[in-house]
């Protein structure tokens, strides 16, 4: 993961997608936003893995309260300097260099809500699995929402597909929450946003550790 995202690799991406990002996140993320808004408790972190160039972070920030604890995690050193860079110095966001396991070694109290957008689908099926276990069994999270490209025909697939000419997965995300012990208690399933040889559909979803 970090050869494949650490270096050059990822802004090189972020430059390619900036323009379309932004519609296609309110559009598709509206259930996180509302949440966060409406059910996120004061005292939980809301912790953003994978925050990439930070776009979902600052529109987020937008709606939140100007005191909400937000903490973005990636392992692209330049993303996060680039983030640092372009935010006040008074930002309620801390950024993360690394990964959200040796967060929560670091934070052992913290109480929070994981999200993790457009990321997952660029781990194998195992490291998913892996995360969605930690997750849900590390008894601090209260809520795991995702938002992920998924392809049309995954729903009959308990494998994931890989994705052609990319180095992504499509993954069976509502198999591996149930499998590791979450509840969804929403989701839902977008055509696909923009223009993309890729033909993926997007699912979002709120889900809650049962463990
Ligand atoms: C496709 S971008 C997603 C960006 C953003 N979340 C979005 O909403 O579009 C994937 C990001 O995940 C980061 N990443 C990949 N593996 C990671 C891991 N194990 N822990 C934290 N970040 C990771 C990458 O560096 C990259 O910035």
């Not at 372009?86 to 990964?99: E, I, Y």
């Not at 967060?103 to 998913?128: D, H, R, Y």
């Not at 795991?144 to 995300?173: A, M, Q, R, W």
Request: hydrophobic content about 35%.
């Amino acid at each position: 993961m970090f050869n494949l995202w650490g270096g050059d690799a990822g802004s090189v991406f972020f430059d390619g997608i900036k323009s379309t990002q932004m519609p296609v996140y309110l559009r598709t993320r509206g259930i996180i936003v509302d949440l966060l808004k409406t059910r996120c408790q004061a005292h939980e972190v809301v912790v953003e893995i994978g925050t990439g160039n930070g776009v979902f972070i600052k529109c987020l920030q937008t709606v939140l309260p100007s005191d909400a604890k937000l903490v973005v995690i990636d392992i692209n050193s330049n993303e996060i300097n680039k983030n640092l860079a372009s935010l006040p110095r008074d930002s309620n966001v801390k950024f993360h260099f690394g990964t959200i396991d040796d967060w929560l070694c670091e934070n052992k109290s913290a109480q929070v809500v994981v999200i993790v957008c457009g990321t997952l689908m660029w781990f194998p099926q195992t490291q998913v699995d892996d995360l969605f276990r930690t997750l849900s069994t590390c008894g601090r999270v209260s809520h795991l929402c995702i938002s992920e490209g998924v392809h049309p025909s995954i729903t009959d697939n308990k494998k994931s597909i890989p994705g052609v000419g990319l180095f992504n997965h499509y993954h069976n995300y509502k198999y591996l929450l149930i499998k590791n012990g979450y509840e969804i208690i929403e989701s839902r399933l977008f055509p696909p946003p923009i223009e993309t040889p890729r033909g993926h559909t997007y699912w979002t979803a709120i889900a809650r550790p049962t463990r």
